[in-house]
Nanobody, 127 residues
Framework: VQLQAYGGGLVQAGGSLRLSCAAS????????MAWFRQAPGKEREFVAA????????YHVDSVKGRFTISRDNAKNTVYLQMNSLKPEDTAVYYC?????????????????????WGQGTLVTVSS
């Protein structure tokens, strides 16, 4: 599946942004979807994941209560609603998709588990 992320931008601390990731080319609902981010000079880190049917989600502790991952399979789109943004949230955000049938809850935080990646969208949070 081809993925295209958008919705990043410059926002003040405490503000909100909604990232979107549009999928095309294959059956979107066959993919577990996730968001990762990469700050300058740091490794890519897992942010959140959502199951194929959206029945399950997972958010890392650093964003829990502030970010929400969701998906609309009819629109082939996954979202990341980001509230109460902090300067440390500044990063390039990537959406990713996986067709793996095993690994939910175990491997879904690992970069190699995903076989499709979007191009990234930059989020900058000013203090």
């Amino acid at each position: 599946v081809q993925l295209q992320a958008y919705g990043g931008g410059l926002v003040q601390a405490g503000g909100s942004l909604r990232l979107s990731c549009a999928a095309s080319g294959r059956t979107f609902s066959n993919y577990v979807m996730a968001w990762f981010r990469q700050a300058p000079g740091k490794e890519r880190e897992f942010v959140a994941a959502i199951s194929r049917s959206a029945s399950s989600t997972y958010h890392v502790d650093s964003v829990k209560g502030r970010f929400t991952i969701s998906r609309d399979n009819a629109k082939n789109t996954v979202y990341l609603q980001m509230n109460s943004l902090k300067p440390e949230d500044t990063a390039v955000y990537y959406c990713a998709g996986s067709r793996q049938n095993t690994g939910w809850g175990i491997d879904f935080g690992r970069v190699p588990w995903y076989d499709s990646w979007g191009q990234g969208t930059l989020v900058t949070v000013s203090s």
